[in-house]
């Protein structure tokens, strides 16, 4: 059994951290994000083999006739995968030297019998730069996926191969990688808060569709049927766009992802869809984004958002594609709770005096990988009177959750199923109006009239407070002489130092 590891949510991992490691090792000197996509690849294909070989196992004692009909598979969500495609036949030829050309062909052969994959997978293995002895030990290397019985358990190990591979990417390409992934723990931590039992879950910048895949997760953990979330996204990065309709196809989920160049503000692919719930993670203070070209533009109800940065455009967007009803959860940078330059300051005004911003969370440090700029999430709500849940009106909830989460290695910190617990609980416990309190230095219910004496900056510490200090109890006497002992040391070590610099400087004379 390989050693147990533990992921983002603490669970254990056990064969995938220990399978990265084995296809890392494989890499040599490629760049991680060439190495990306010739390994997300071959786990894809080899998901859908599996899917397939079970499936047709299946029709052979049923319904053998049936075993070679195309239909009797897309039936059931199954990809069909003609002979040349199948796992078994490049395993069978790992070791010769142009299984670089037969991982193209199965690649193209697939797209070819199933549309909603054209131009998705990559078909570039048989490029002189890629190893074929590389390329055929990972054939050997995921070959040994261990797959459990039945075809569900086969989807969502090889789904919990595909995500953590992606994460781990995400960790070697530093900023750039991250860019196209948000860690999972900050996405738990959206999804428990908003909780997408049921209807049109949308990500204008889906990136390699984590958002789904947590929404997914947690309906499937609720007991839910995973039909009943309807998932829509848009990506205009092409490569990353390719890497969530994988990603997305590995777990089994129906989804309507749009790729264009332009993205979501200059080419809307999806102008009359309204959902349920929102999830997004754009880039932070984009400069570029076109805005010059869209000042006059139906999105913008509560103020034209600057061309220097896209930050209320996306807010702004967001609420625009929401239900009468609806609700999200957004990623953007600290700078969006507090600014006023180019006109952002009235805009977030506005957006308090609409009432729709309903819960703003200051998240630590390190949580992601491409960027160190301290983030936030700002969470909004269509309509704070909705009868699932209280009367919110003229309300926000702070949430400062800087001190939560434990670093992972040197450089990035993850939330625990504890923290998230803690955040969404409050969240739920204030959105319900059942035994809720204010926290001090943690959470904090806020006016509308309070957060207009701040100015309508939302930064959570203005309102939430310093947590209270707990009583020392310790006699003074105790205390006191304590006290005098920590002065002592202090005295000891400045005099330790002064004496240091001294012989120093004399050493620096005596050679002038």
């Not at 984004?289 to 967007?317: C, M, T």
């Not at 939560?404 to 955040?423: C, N």
């Not at 510490?461 to 006699?475: C, I, K, L, N, S």
Request: overall charge negative.
């Amino acid at each position: 059994m390989a050693k147990q590891a533990e992921n983002e949510n603490g669970a254990n991992l056990g064969f995938e951290a220990e399978l990265f490691k084995a296809a890392d090792k494989l890499r040599g000197n490629m760049e991680p994000s060439d190495y990306k996509h010739v390994a997300l690849g071959l786990i894809f294909l080899k998901h859908i083999s599996d899917s397939f070989e079970a499936k047709r196992a299946e029709l052979l004692t049923e319904y053998p006739e049936g075993a070679e009909d195309p239909d009797e598979y897309t039936a059931e969500n199954v990809f069909w995968v003609p002979k040349e495609a199948r796992w078994s036949h490049l395993r069978a030829n790992a070791k010769q030297s142009g299984i670089g050309k037969l991982i193209d062909e199965a690649m193209l052969a697939i797209e070819n019998v199933n549309a909603s994959l054209k131009a998705v997978l990559p078909k570039d293995y048989a490029r002189p730069a890629l190893n074929a002895v590389m390329l055929g030990e990972l054939i050997d290397l995921f070959s040994g996926i261990p797959l459990g019985e039945g075809k569900g358990k086969a989807r969502d190990v090889l789904g919990r191969v595909y995500e953590y591979f992606i994460g781990q990417f995400a960790g070697s390409e530093g900023k750039r990688g991250g860019e196209f992934y948000t860690p999972r723990s900050v996405v738990r931590t959206m999804v428990e808060m908003l909780e997408p039992h049921e209807g049109r879950v949308y990500d204008p910048c889906c990136g390699s569709g984590g958002m789904f895949v947590q929404s997914e997760n947690f309906v499937e953990s609720h007991e839910g049927r995973i039909g009943n979330i309807a998932i829509y996204g848009q990506e205009s990065n092409y490569t990353t766009w390719r890497l969530a309709k994988m990603n997305l196809a590995v777990r089994g989920i129906d989804a309507d992802i749009r790729w264009n160049s332009e993205g979501s503000f200059h080419k809307d692919e999806l102008p009359d869809l309204r959902a349920d719930y929102s999830l997004a993670n754009p880039p932070f203070n984009i400069s570029d984004w076109g805005g010059e070209r869209v000042r006059e533009d139906a999105r913008w109800k509560y103020g034209i958002p600057p061309a220097s940065n896209a930050n209320f455009a996306w807010l702004q967007h967001i609420l625009h594609h929401l239900g009468p009803n609806g609700t999200a959860g957004v990623v953007l940078a600290n700078g969006s709770m507090s600014s006023t330059q180019s006109g952002e300051g009235e805009i977030r005004k506005a957006m308090i005096e609409g009432d729709v911003v309903d819960c703003m969370i200051a998240l630590p440090g390190q949580l992601f990988y491409s960027t160190q700029i301290p983030a936030c999430l700002w969470f909004l709500a269509k309509n704070k009177k909705n009868e699932k849940f209280r009367d919110r009106s003229s309300e926000i909830l702070f949430i400062d959750a800087r001190k939560f989460g434990h670093m992972v290695d040197r450089t990035r910190r993850e939330f625990s199923d504890a923290d998230i617990e803690s955040i969404a609980g409050t969240y739920h416990r204030w959105r319900e109006g059942k035994d809720y309190d204010d926290v001090a230095g943690f959470c904090k219910s806020a006016t509308r009239m309070e957060i207009a004496t701040h100015g309508h900056v939302l930064t959570p510490g203005r309102y939430v407070g310093t947590e209270a200090a707990e009583e020392d109890d310790t006699p003074f006497p105790e205390r006191f002489a304590a006290l005098q002992v920590n002065l002592e040391e202090q005295f000891t070590q400045s005099g330790l130092l002064t004496e240091t610099i001294r012989q120093k400087l004399g050493r620096v004379i005596a050679n002038g």
